[in-house]
């Protein structure tokens, strides 16, 4: 068994020695034990690693300080919520707010002294960190797009069911953190978890078959509505998809969710909860590079997988019908919710509101969701919808905006719309390279690249991510950029806009400042042989690496 198994088992309901750690002043950091734990809580210890080598150096401590995650299934969050976030980020964390791929809130920055206060003004606002990180279900995505049918009300609503029926039954994170005291019980019984909780994160999301912008097959369970007229009727059940993986280690991988069965909507939670015991049972438990759901599918095998679910959901799983077509709509810019009212689509390029420079993204948000009462919801690309805004308000909010040089899904290009960047240095403890701080140059230099071969008007996505763990899903969509060593990237190809195909990677260990460079090349490919509507993942794949290669291009691209 890994060490966390005995602390999870130890811990009495996740309590540990959390309190009597947070409440020692004489130290910034906690034992690892309570770092194990206080995951589950929604938060990870961390230092600023730009500052580590020249603080050791002068024979003090790291920066210590912690990252708080909160739970939104499927992204909405109410006017006074968002508010309340925003005055934290000031109040203890380092003055920005940060749109997470599973659209989430994460503050960072946040020192030991105030990290129960923090947690407890995030649940005050009936939110929560609980249950956002650690070995348990996270946060429960669904279309962001506040479309007001009854499809996505169907969506909305069964994500912040799932969201409440997964979280743990122990009162341990209330006490804690709201209380503010160590209750001294046994822990509670945990009917779905266990003792020891699973043997590792659980990732859950459900899509619209026209709407797969959550990235579905990316979840531990992907579900995917059977649509009938007005309403959900049922869902394809699609288990083991992940994207961790390790570089050099091949038996660590992406893998894409398979279609395991299909259940009537009356049955969701059940078949939820089925998955999750299958993962909880089987999940390994000595090894956390492999104990993801995904091993198991394919240690095991399909139909092995499918009678261990029979057993735990009570019977057979109607067999899943072939995936539907899935697609992937634009969210940004000014779209009709079907109630007569609006939402505007904002870019936030790597989800950071931060205000920086003459873009003043987080004082402008603050006033024009104050003002106008909007509902905002985070979305899985990283940007913020402002939903629920009158025919009337409409040049009043873009005006308001644009004051404060907010920028517009129309002043960026396809590509800097659709990328994707990963928070990885300073606060990521496993990043390898750079990702949200090279976002801007990066695609910059993409975009010229594109330019030259008039191609800058296509929809094409990025991910960049600071290591091989795949926060910003690198391995599906167009181009993934992963890092690999300081100033270095694994560049992979070949995958779908849509989310439906793993990539490959063409390049390895390619320098920062060769990125584009090596991308060139398959641009220029791309406009002379291109069928027409053919997506740029799409004709990587149809060509295929040995081809990609071949294509007349700088040689020297990777590190000596
Ligand atoms: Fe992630 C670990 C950030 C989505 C796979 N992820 C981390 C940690 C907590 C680093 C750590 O363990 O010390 C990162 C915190 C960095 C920081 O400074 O904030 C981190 N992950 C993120 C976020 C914030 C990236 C972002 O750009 O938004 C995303 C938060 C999601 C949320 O709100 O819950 C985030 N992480 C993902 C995704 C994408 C997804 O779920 O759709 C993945 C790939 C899918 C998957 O789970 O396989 C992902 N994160 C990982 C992994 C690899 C897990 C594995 O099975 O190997 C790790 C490392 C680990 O767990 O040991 C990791
Ligand atoms: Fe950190 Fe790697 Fe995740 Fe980026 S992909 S946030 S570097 S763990």
Known sequence: MSGIEGVKAASRGLRGDIATELAD??????????????????????????????????????????????????????????????DLADRHGN????????????????????????????????????????????????????????????????????????????????????AGEDDGTEGEEEPLYGATYLPRKFKIGLAHPADNSIDVLANDLGLIAEVTGEAITGWIVCVGGGHGMTHNKPRTYPRLATPVGRVDHADLLAAVEAVIRLSRDFGDRSDRKRARLKYVIDDMGLDWVKDRLAERFGRRMDEPPAL?????????????????????????PS????????????????????????????????DILLADVAEADRGAVERSLRSLGVEFAEDRSPLARWALACPALP????????????????????????????LLDERISVRITGCPNGCARPYAGDIGIVGRMPGHYALHVGGDFEGTRLSYMLHDKVKEAAVADALAPLFAAFAALRYSNEGFGDFCHRLGRDALLALPGPTKLAAD
Not at 354 to 381: E, H, N
């Open 95 to 178: 003055g920005t707010l940060r749109i997470t791929t599973r659209q989430t809130i994460q503050f960072h920055g946040i020192a030991k002294r105030d990290l129960r206060e923090t947690i407890a003004a995030v649940d005050a606002t009936l939110l929560t960190t609980f249950a956002t990180c650690g070995d348990v279900a996270r946060n429960v995505m669904a279309t962001a797009a506040p479309v007001k049918d009854g499809v996505h009300a169907m969506l909305e609503e069964s994500a912040r069911m799932l969201s409440a029926a997964l979280l743990p039954r122990t009162r341990a994170h209330h006490a804690i953190f709201v």
């Open 324 to 348: 539907p077509t899935l697609a992937i709509p634009d969210h940004l810019g000014w779209h009709a919710q079907g109630d007569g009212r609006w939402w505007l689509g904002l870019p936030v």
């Open 25 to 86: 002043a004489t130290t910034p950091q906690v034992t690892e034990a309570t770092y194990g734990l206080l995951k589950f809580h929604g938060t990870y210890e961390q230092h600023d690693r730009d500052t580590a080598t020249a603080l050791k150096q002068a024979g003090q401590e790291k920066d210590w300080q912690f990252m708080v995650r909160v739970r939104i299934p499927a992204g909405r969050l109410t006017a006074a919520q968002y508010l309340a976030l925003d």
């Open 351 to 382: 989800g950071r509101i931060a205000d920086l420079g003459q873009v003043k993204l987080r004082a402008a948000l603050r006033p024009v969701i104050a003002r106008f009462g909007l509902s905002p919801i985070l979305t899985p690309q990283q």
């Open 427 to 454: 606060t990521c403890g496993l990043a390898l390279a750079e990702a949200e701080r090279v976002r801007e140059p990066m695609i910059g230099a993409i975009e010229a690249a594109l330019a030259r071969h008039g």
